[in-house]
Structure formats: structure tokens, C-alpha cells
Nanobody, 124 residues
Framework: EVQLVESGGGLVQAGGSLRLSCAASGFTLDDYQIGWFRQAPGKEREGVSCINSSDGSVYYADSVKGRFTISSDNAKNMVYLQMNSLKPEDTAVYYC?????????????????WGQGTQVTVSS
């Protein structure tokens, strides 16, 4: 059974940093692409970053480019999102999601497996 568990969210002041972790189980990360998504109250879910664990290619939304870094440790089946220079507008529930490499764009809201989410709150 594919399972994704996020951790690392919390409350941080503007300008601060957080590192989110996504623990994957039930599948081999090498064959998957993993995306980080976020959803703020009253807003649509947004794909902020994505990594193709097979070839290492990455994607960042313009809103986080230069501030967020996605990485994966395939040996540990972990994916991370390092978030620096956080802004109040980064406040949201952050989800990691996974799907097979090549099946969908990276990221895609149609990814087949999703974690439960972790809250990130950035105070001004």
C-alpha cells in the first residue's frame, strides 16, 4: 500500500525557515515523481515543487523559486522541502503526493497518492 506521511510544519516568523519531510512507503521512490502542494483557506491547491526521483529533474512554482529547495533521499525513501525566507503568503497546509514517472506532469493535481498534510503558518 502506497503511503505518504508529511512532517515538519509549524509556526514561524516571516523570514524564517522550515524543512518539510515526506516519508514514503509501499513503493520504490526511484520510479516515482513526488510533488509538494499547498492549499490556503479559500484558495485552490497549488503545486509548488516537484521532483522526478528517476532523473532528478525538479520544478518550482514562480512564487517559491529561489526560496524553496526540493530534494530526495532515495535510499531512505524520503523527500524534503527546504523553505527559506518564508512569507505570510506561504501559510497553507502542505501536502506531498506521488505518481509514477512519466504518467503525469510533475506536479499534477491528479497524482494518485497523497499524504494527510502538514500546517505551515508564517506570522508577519
Amino acid at each position: 500500500e502506497v503511503q505518504l506521511v508529511e512532517s515538519g510544519g509549524g509556526l514561524v516568523q516571516a523570514g524564517g525557515s522550515l524543512r518539510l519531510s515526506c516519508a514514503a512507503s509501499g513503493f520504490t521512490l526511484d520510479d516515482y515523481q513526488i510533488g509538494w502542494f499547498r492549499q490556503a483557506p479559500g484558495k485552490e491547491r497549488e503545486g509548488v515543487s516537484c521532483i522526478n526521483s528517476s532523473d532528478g529533474s525538479v520544478y518550482y512554482a514562480d512564487s517559491v523559486k529561489g526560496r524553496f529547495t526540493i530534494s530526495s533521499d532515495n535510499a531512505k525513501n524520503m523527500v524534503y522541502l527546504q523553505m527559506n525566507s518564508l512569507k505570510p503568503e506561504d501559510t497553507a497546509v502542505y501536502y506531498c503526493a506521488a505518481d509514477l514517472v512519466g504518467r503525469l506532469d510533475c506536479p499534477s493535481p491528479d497524482f494518485g497518492s497523497w499524504g494527510q498534510g502538514t500546517q505551515v503558518t508564517v506570522s508577519s
